[in-house]
Protein backbone atom coordinates (compact mmCIF):
# COMPACT_ATOMS: atom_id res chain seq x y z
CA UNK A 1 0.00 0.00 0.00
CA UNK A 2 1.96 3.55 -1.10
CA UNK A 3 1.87 6.44 1.42
CA UNK A 4 -0.65 8.38 1.85
CA UNK A 5 -0.23 12.22 0.51
CA UNK A 6 -1.23 14.92 2.80
CA UNK A 7 -2.57 17.80 0.99
CA UNK A 8 0.11 20.62 0.96
CA UNK A 9 -2.47 24.11 1.06
CA UNK A 10 -4.09 22.21 4.23
CA UNK A 11 -0.26 21.65 5.87
CA UNK A 12 -0.31 25.62 5.87
CA UNK A 13 -2.86 26.25 7.35
CA UNK A 14 -3.68 24.00 10.22
CA UNK A 15 -1.15 23.32 13.53
CA UNK A 16 -2.18 20.41 16.30
CA UNK A 17 -2.46 21.41 19.33
CA UNK A 18 -0.74 19.28 22.02
CA UNK A 19 -4.18 18.30 23.06
CA UNK A 20 -4.32 16.64 19.35
CA UNK A 21 -7.06 19.76 18.51
CA UNK A 22 -6.15 21.35 15.09
CA UNK A 23 -5.83 25.28 15.32
CA UNK A 24 -6.43 27.57 12.58
CA UNK A 25 -6.17 31.49 11.79
CA UNK A 26 -9.23 33.39 11.02
CA UNK A 27 -10.73 34.94 7.78
CA UNK A 28 -11.55 38.50 6.90
CA UNK A 29 -8.50 40.14 7.76
CA UNK A 30 -6.54 40.83 4.43
CA UNK A 31 -7.89 43.56 2.82
CA UNK A 32 -11.07 46.05 3.16
CA UNK A 33 -10.16 46.75 6.37
CA UNK A 34 -11.17 50.24 6.63
CA UNK A 35 -14.48 49.44 7.35
CA UNK A 36 -13.68 47.26 10.16
CA UNK A 37 -12.96 48.51 14.16
CA UNK A 38 -9.97 47.90 15.26
CA UNK A 39 -11.78 45.73 17.82
CA UNK A 40 -13.06 43.58 15.53
CA UNK A 41 -9.59 43.31 13.65
CA UNK A 42 -7.86 42.25 16.30
CA UNK A 43 -9.88 39.75 17.64
CA UNK A 44 -9.34 38.24 14.16
CA UNK A 45 -5.54 37.99 15.16
CA UNK A 46 -6.45 35.31 17.92
CA UNK A 47 -5.97 31.58 16.29
CA UNK A 48 -9.22 30.01 16.74
CA UNK A 49 -10.01 25.79 16.82
CA UNK A 50 -11.28 24.15 14.34
CA UNK A 51 -15.04 23.50 14.24
CA UNK A 52 -15.72 19.92 15.67
CA UNK A 53 -17.95 19.43 12.16
CA UNK A 54 -15.11 19.34 10.08
CA UNK A 55 -12.26 17.57 12.44
CA UNK A 56 -12.91 14.42 10.60
CA UNK A 57 -12.48 15.15 7.13
CA UNK A 58 -9.52 17.88 7.98
CA UNK A 59 -7.75 14.64 9.56
CA UNK A 60 -8.43 12.73 6.62
CA UNK A 61 -6.65 15.30 4.64
CA UNK A 62 -3.69 15.55 7.16
CA UNK A 63 -2.87 11.76 7.84
CA UNK A 64 0.22 12.31 9.38
CA UNK A 65 0.09 15.61 11.20
Partial sequence: MPKMKTSRSAAKRFK????????????????????????RKRNLRQAAITDATN???????????
Fill in 16 to 39: VTGTGKLKRNKAYKRHILTKKSTK
Fill in 55 to 65: VKNMKKILPYL
